[in-house]
């Protein structure tokens, strides 16, 4: 009895290890992106600008994979990132009071430069997922009023890591990204101006 129980436990444990591979593959699903976390300037008198939104651009480099294993070292999300993520930023623009449109006097364009998680399993699954957003605002002329990189990140660790956390993770990182810009001072004065 005791090497049927012994032998059941290894096989559970055999099936465990295998279905948390050291990596998931290289793409994943596009991941919603949730509304950035509200910060101390959130107290201040809502926005009251108009601005549209000309896109994002996809920019980041192709995942290699890694000679002589069939994995990469990356997740990346795939499929409508750059609606995603207008979608997203128009979302949270809203939220601060900005008015998106589509005739505004200022637009804001930009680039998705990194947006990845490293999934590592051993006997804790870690999941470091990161974010980098380029955008430059433009008055009508398409003269660049203002231009920056923000990041963002997220790291947590599961017992068993799944598909669905890793975009959880993916888009908690984003969401910091489109919280910076929205927090930037020098941006708000661009645009305000």
Not at 32 to 38: D, F, K, Q, R
Not at 54 to 79: C, H, M, N, W
Not at 103 to 116: D, H, M, Q, T
Request: glycine fraction near 6%; hydrophobic fraction near 40%.
């Amino acid at each position: 009895m005791r090497r049927v129980i012994l032998l059941v436990s290894i096989l559970s444990l055999l099936t465990l290890s295998t279905a948390c591979s050291r990596h998931v593959g290289s793409s994943i699903e596009v991941p919603n992106i949730p509304a950035p976390a509200a910060s101390s300037a959130e107290s201040r008198a809502r926005l009251s600008a108009n601005i549209s939104l000309s896109g994002f651009k996809d920019v980041r480099e192709a995942i290699i994979p890694i000679e002589g294993l069939d994995q990469t070292s990356y997740t990346q999300p795939q499929g409508a990132i750059s609606q995603q993520l207008e979608a997203a930023m128009s979302e949270a623009m809203s939220k601060k009071g900005l008015h998106v449109t589509s005739n505004a006097p200022v637009s804001l364009w930009g680039e998705i430069r990194k947006w990845r998680a490293d999934v590592e399993t051993t006997t804790t699954s870690k999941i470091k997922s990161e974010a980098a957003l380029y955008v430059e605002l433009l008055d009508a002329s398409g003269q660049r009023l203002y231009a920056g990189t923000y990041h963002g990140s997220r790291a947590s660790q599961f017992p068993v890591v799944s598909a669905e956390d890793i975009k959880d993770s993916l888009g908690i990182a984003m969401a910091q990204a489109i919280g910076q810009v929205l927090e930037d001072e020098e941006f708000l004065q661009a645009l305000l101006r």
